[in-house]
């Protein structure tokens, strides 16, 4: 396979390969080599789930440094594979690379924006707040999202865990107030006290 590939006769050392995973299908190396050659061929999608494969295989080895090349491998592919920069985010995150990390959660917010997806906006925000929790314009953002669903609870509770000086912003605090309104925590122009 690796001689067809030298070759450039890449459909041959496709072929060897699958069969090479028919009879041992869990060689790591050999599904990336398979991945790798479908890329060059231009069978991306194939190369992706060949990807796939390897990188459960790192996480469930808890290889974090390789599982972060073949998502970014899968990334590089597909850029609007979501799911994809969510995962190399969290494993980011796990090797300490927060800006990195952050970055990803930042494109992986903006593919959902442009695709009106709502709920996994929610969940990338919060993930990026835990971060970024002075993120006055992105608190906001998030607790539109939350009004627009009527869940209010969950908007006092990120307004209610957000730094003081981010509660001290007009936007938040008419979104506090009007949260409190809605849930009933507040009467007669007083705040009903809670807990």
């Not at 699958?18 to 060059?40: F, M, R, S, W």
């Not at 959902?112 to 709920?119: E, H």
């Not at 929790?133 to 209010?152: G, Q, S, T």
Request: aromatic content about 8%; some cysteine; overall charge negative.
């Amino acid at each position: 396979a690796e001689k067809y590939a030298e070759e450039n006769f890449h459909l041959r050392a496709i072929a060897v390969y699958k069969t090479i995973l028919k009879l041992a299908p869990t060689l790591v190396e050999i599904n990336e080599k398979l991945g790798d050659l479908y890329h060059q061929v231009g069978l991306d999608q194939d190369a992706v789930n060949q990807y796939y494969i390897v990188a459960a295989y790192h996480d469930s080895k808890g290889m974090t440094k390789e599982a972060m090349g073949i998502r970014k491998k899968i990334i590089a592919i597909d850029p609007s594979n979501v799911t994809g920069r969510i995962r190399l985010a969290e494993l980011m995150r796990a090797e300490g690379k927060t800006e990195e990390s952050l970055r990803e959660y930042e494109r992986a917010a903006e593919i959902f924006v442009a695709k009106n997806t709502r709920d996994g906006l929610i969940e990338v925000y919060e993930k990026m707040l835990y971060f970024r929790p002075e993120n006055v314009e992105m608190l906001i953002a998030l607790c539109r999202i939350y009004f627009e669903k009527r869940d209010f609870k969950k908007a006092l509770r990120r307004i209610e865990t957000a730094p003081a000086d981010v509660k001290k912003d007009l936007e938040v605090t008419e979104f506090w107030a009007e949260a409190l309104l809605e849930e009933g925590l507040v009467a007669h122009g007083r705040l009903v006290r809670v807990g």
